[in-house]
């Protein structure tokens, strides 16, 4: 058995090519879809998100304002800086990137965005409308997981689906979503401090691995036939390459194609599901205006 590999490449240019042409849509109608991203410093992953946001913008047509600020930034100049852009109407969406410098509270930062304007999905007004089913933005990337396995035509009602991992930005989230009624998987959540990891995994017809570390998965964790989703970005060591590094997720890729039904590759897998649902909420955000 060998593996589909699922194209999140593909399904991310989809998903954009929807979203430019709603754009268009409303631009017609005098309404143009504003994201403003802020970052703080000069992280270099952080940098090369943004400048893959700012990509993404010019793609679908919406207007850019992000914001680059010095490490030094003050707390205080970053949540006055949120509270213009909470109250400029024509800023549909606000999203700081994490990690910010030490000096400054992640969780005052998101509590400072407004929940309408939250596109990351971080606010606990969001989490909290994702929990109980009512409306507000998904999480990014976990929404990007659940696209991916709909565009795929994976069943997932009545699946057994084991999440590893337990972060508030992936892990909680996908298992959230993972149980709703629209997708209706029977859902375990494993992270470090499970036993007997592999027993559980075994069991499962869907996995969703989001542990941050490579090799989390190995073949000989999975039965034949899973789906694995690989959520991980992990740089490791690699002389051949001019980086002086490659990407892997948090799966033995190449083991377990072999092995699993689908699978997806890392990098282009979820990874460019995370920029385009980001550009679908900012749309969502831009239509709600449009309905008032």
């Known amino acids: 058995m060998s593996a589909v590999i699922i194209d999140g490449k593909q399904v991310a240019a989809d998903v954009r090519a929807d979203v430019a042409k709603k754009v268009s849509q409303l631009k017609e109608k005098g309404i143009a879809p504003c994201l403003a991203v802020i970052l703080v410093g000069e992280n270099p992953a952080s940098v090369s998100y943004v400048t893959g946001k700012q990509k993404a913008l010019a793609e679908v047509g919406m207007v850019d304002r992000s914001v680059h600020l010095p490490e030094s930034t003050s707390e205080a100049d970053l949540l006055k800086l949120i509270d213009e852009l909470n109250n400029d109407d024509s800023v549909h969406g606000i999203l700081v990137q994490l990690p910010l410098p030490k000096h ?7 509590m400072a965005i407004k929940p309408e304007k939250d596109v990351d999905g971080f606010h606990p007004v969001n989490v909290g409308n994702m929990l109980i089913g009512r409306p507000g933005f998904l999480p990014c990337t976990p929404h990007g997981v659940i696209v991916l396995l709909r565009k795929a035509g994976i069943e997932t009602s009545g699946k057994h689906a084991v999440v590893i991992g337990r972060s ?48 989390t998965l190995t073949a000989d964790m999975v039965k034949e036939g899973a789906v694995v989703i690989d959520v991980g970005v992990n740089r490791i060591p690699d002389s051949s390459k001019k980086s002086g590094f490659r990407l892997v997720g948090d799966c033995d890729f190449d083991d377990l194609k072999e092995k699993t039904s689908f699978i997806t590759p890392v990098p282009g897998g979820v990874g460019p599901m995370t920029i385009a649902m980001l550009m679908a909420n900012t749309l969502e955000s831009a239509m709600k205006e449009n309905l008032q």
């Open 104 to 110: 400054i509270n992640e969780d005052k930062v998101i």
């Open 168 to 215: 508030n930005i992936v892990g909680k989230p996908v298992a959230a979503l993972l149980a709703r009624k629209d997708v209706n998987c029977t859902v375990t959540m494993c992270h470090t401090g499970t036993k007997n990891m592999a027993e559980i995994t075994r069991q499962a017809d869907i996995i969703v691995v989001a542990s941050g570390r490579p090799h």
